[in-house]
């Protein structure tokens, strides 16, 4: 089972930041945590990752709490093209496959 | 071009036959793992393969089945194929351990009539 909760879905407008949250309490300190996002019926894509400092790249933010039990993915302005499933994942340990939860399901609207 | 190639990208079969999904890892890649998602399901783990040899095994049917070659590409096959099969299978390549490695094929979409 996932170890992550996501609300099941969100809107943003576009332009706009989308901030997705994601709560991981029961993360251990030496686990990252990584973003994926799932465009309708494509492949999974790989956004970002982080352990306990903020990370940034051309994709994302990602905003992790001092007690890293949550976090949030931001995409600072948000196209129609960000519409997709984003999954928050908390690895199980460093050697078994990522294991995606239901995520969180974006919207962005014109 | 993610670099993960599968194939067929669809496919439509009858109950009880027998099918194969062929899956190229991109380059350098050591693991593929292969996942199934259907309408009402998320992404759900199936198997891992590391460099030829079974890793890690999810929520694998037994009517199901899958290998790595010596030249890495993997091939999943499903037999006995029943309606509830129908769904979008997808592979993915990384470099063991690397969990922001993972990339991922557009997948086969399988139909089951």
């Known amino acids: 089972d996932a170890k992550t909760t996501q609300p099941p879905s969100m809107d943003c407008a576009e332009g706009r930041a989308a901030n997705l949250p994601c709560n991981h309490s029961?993360?251990?300190?030496?686990?990252?945590m990584y973003w994926y996002r799932q465009i309708h019926s494509q492949g999974p894509q790989y956004i970002i990752h982080?352990?306990?400092n903020n990370e940034t790249n051309e994709m994302a933010s990602l905003i992790i709490t001092e007690d890293r039990k949550s976090s949030t993915l931001i995409l600072p302005h948000a196209t129609l093209r960000d519409t997709a499933v984003y999954y928050c994942?908390?690895?199980?340990?460093?050697?078994?496959?990522?294991?995606f939860g239901k995520g969180t399901r974006l919207s962005v609207i014109a | 071009d993610s670099g993960v190639t599968q194939t067929p990208k669809h496919l439509i079969t009858a109950t009880g036959q027998r099918v194969t999904l062929r899956c190229s890892p991109r380059?350098?890649?050591?693991?593929v793992y292969w996942y199934q998602q259907s309408l009402d399901q998320g992404l759900q783990f199936l198997i891992q393969y590391y460099n030829g040899e079974e890793r890690a095994k999810g929520n694998i049917l037994e009517r199901f089945s899958a290998q790595q070659f010596p030249d890495l590409h993997s091939e999943l096959n499903l037999s006995s194929l029943e309606l509830g099969d129908s769904a979008l299978y997808f592979c993915a390549s990384s470099v063991a351990g690397q969990y922001y490695g993972y990339t991922f094929g557009s997948g086969t979409r399988l139909t089951v009539v």
């Open positions: 029961t993360i251990s300190g030496n686990e990252y």
């Open positions: 380059s350098g890649d050591l693991s």
């Open positions: 982080g352990l306990k």
């Open positions: 994942i908390d690895p199980f340990s460093g050697n078994t496959p990522l294991v």
